[in-house]
């Protein structure tokens, strides 16, 4: 399955750019930066929402 972009990302959270910034940068989100862009793995996606929804 391919990776997401930062906006696909997003789109899923219904978050800000900024927000799913920080949460990348915290370590919260697993993510991975090719070039200049940001990618997340949709089972680390997935893996971030359960874990959300189970704080």
């Not at 959270?13 to 697993?30: C, D, E, H, N």
């Not at 862009?37 to 949709?42: C, G, I, L």
């Amino acid at each position: 399955m391919p990776l997401l972009t930062l906006k696909e990302t997003q789109s899923v959270l219904k978050l800000s750019r900024s927000t799913v910034l920080q949460f990348i940068y915290s370590g919260a989100l697993p993510a991975s930066k090719l070039g200049r862009s940001w990618r997340v793995a949709p089972e680390d996606l997935a893996a971030f929402v359960q874990s959300k929804r189970q704080a």
